[in-house]
């Protein structure tokens, strides 16, 4: 594999089922939703899938059940160009995930279970070693063992590959572990949560951003929802405003959709702003469709967005 755009990402795949409805229920209550959806998903799944779409070279590593879902994994995969170093266990269960999405806004809520991806262990990096070792850029997140995430980025550091942790969902994490990224990208959620600063505002992010560099890591890349993103460093703070694509259908997966091609972007040695330009268009796009990994657009779309 040639460091010329490969990219690897460690992370969990997930089945999305997907309910949209007017509200949440109540405990205890039960409501008629306005439609469902089954599809592909998981952080990681949906970050190789989006910078697979753009054109990059992508394998990802994970664990799966030997079932139905693991069936749609491994199509989704195959149709978005996406390589697998999967372990299949049938002792267990592919992940799924129950994603309610609020219909006026297109806002959710989600509850995942990684099922088989939550049993990653050391050695099963380790036996992607080289993998890992060759590619231009290694992205992971919080969904499967940080122990994993963890080896896996010092094997990318030991080896020059640029490192990307989207630490999704929000955990404690200590500075030996961020020490190993290049750059960290949290929301505007977890950003709060990992610093204890609130982020409503791009000044917040900074101070946030501060924080984070202050924690350890190269760099804080903050998504900021409508408000674009934000990438701070000890050199410089530069915000990126998000791109309107369309009406804002569904947000689930435009994180995702972020960190997909702000990983290309890198991979193919942009400077690390229009990088994070890139990730803002290829997320604009995304929201303007239903879905997680069905949402991700291709570079052509992407182009074609911020030329205009």
Known sequence: MSKSN?????????????????????MGETILGNSFALGPGGKGSNQSVAAARLGAEVTIVTRLGQDAFADLALKSWADAGVKSAV?????SYTGAAYIFVEESSGDN?????????????????????????????????????????????????ENQVITILNPAPAAPLDSALLQLCDYVTPNETEASDLTGIPVTTVDEARAAGDALLAMGTGAAVITL??????????ERSQHMPAFNA??????????DAFNGGFAVGLAEGMDPVDAMRLGCATAGISVTRRGTAPSMPTMDEVKRLMAG
């Open 246 to 255: 369309g009406p804002v259908v569904e947000t689930t997966g435009a994180g």
């Open 87 to 91: 372990t299949q266990d049938p002792d």
């Open 225 to 234: 929802g409508e408000q674009g993103a934000l990438l701070h460093t000890s």
């Open 6 to 26: 490969s990219i690897v990402v460690l992370g969990v795949f997930v089945a999305d089922t997907s309910y949209r409805a007017d509200r949440a229920p109540r």
């Open 109 to 157: 809520a989600i509850i995942v279970c990684p099922g088989a991806a939550g049993d990653i262990s050391i050695s099963d990096i380790e036996a992607q070693r080289d993998l890992i070792a060759g590619a231009a850029v290694f992205i992971t997140q919080l969904e499967q063992p940080i122990e994993a995430a963890h080896r896996a980025l010092e094997i990318a550091r």
